[in-house]
T-cell receptor
Framework: RKEVEQDPGPFNVPEGATVAFNCTYS??????FFWYRQDCRKEPKLLMS?????NEDGRFTAQLNRASQYISLLIRDSKLSDSATYLC????????????WGAGTKLIIKP | EPEVTQTPSHQVTQMGQEVILRCVPI?????FYWYRQILGQKVEFLVS????????KSEIFDDQFSVERPDGSNFTLKIRSTKLEDSAMYFC???????????FGQGTRLTVV
């Protein structure tokens, strides 16, 4: 089983819609969780950290479910500029805080 | 806003040649990383570096690879004898503390011909 697993997509979503994707992780020693976005041929950029209590930043909401070992990202009122690959990242405390990356979920927002 | 900077942005090299990729991490960060991403594939961890030594490395980071921080600001990745399969984007990242979010440079696209 992969350490961090994401649906690769692509998710084709009309502009203005709400879209959500999950990411599952296998290591219960996972300490910190992040969502990054990556545009084609660019570097990953931090979108948001994911806290146990969940967190919201504008149109973006991230949730963590430790019992089921998954994190989620919800995007409301999607914009064309949200088109990107969304990468789930898990930090392993028992592996010297190594960051483990999901393969990413590709999101395409259509006008 | 402080950022991680990488040079060069694109490097073309012949197979068997040595390359050095350079990174300047964010100045008050203590932990440094190299990742690579082959076109169309996932981000892969290469190595982490703290207190002037390697703290963790992946299977990819074999004897052909080395890192150093020669002058307290630059953080370099050296590939001793490049192979075709080393062609990828190489990203440098830094964090202030362990477990914190990592900030990435814009990457160096390495093309081995």
């Amino acid at each position: 089983r992969k350490e961090v697993e994401q649906d690769p997509g692509p998710f084709n979503v009309p502009e203005g819609a709400t879209v959500a994707f999950n990411c599952t992780y296998s290591n219960s020693a996972s300490q910190s969780f992040f969502w990054y976005r990556q545009d084609c041929r660019k570097e990953p950029k931090l979108l948001m950290s994911v806290y146990s209590s969940g967190n919201e930043d504008g149109r973006f909401t991230a949730q963590l479910n430790r019992a089921s070992q998954y994190i989620s990202l919800l995007i409301r009122d999607s914009k064309l500029s949200d088109s990107a690959t969304y990468l789930c990242v898990v930090c392993l405390m028992d592996s010297n805080y190594q960051l483990i990356w999901g393969a990413g979920t590709k999101l395409i927002i259509k006008p | 806003e402080p950022e991680v900077t990488q040079t060069p942005s694109h490097q073309v090299t012949q197979m068997g040649q040595e390359v050095i990729l350079r990174c300047v991490p964010i100045s008050n960060h203590l932990y440094f990383y190299w990742y690579r991403q082959i076109l169309g594939q996932k981000v892969e961890f290469l190595v982490s570096f703290y207190n002037n030594e390697i703290s963790e490395k992946s299977e990819i980071f074999d004897d052909q690879f080395s890192v150093e921080r020669p002058d307290g600001s630059n953080f370099t990745l050296k590939i001793r004898s490049t192979k075709l399969e080393d062609s990828a984007m190489y990203f440098c990242a830094s964090t202030k503390e362990q477990g914190n979010e990592a900030f990435f440079g814009q990457g160096t696209r390495l093309t081995v011909v």
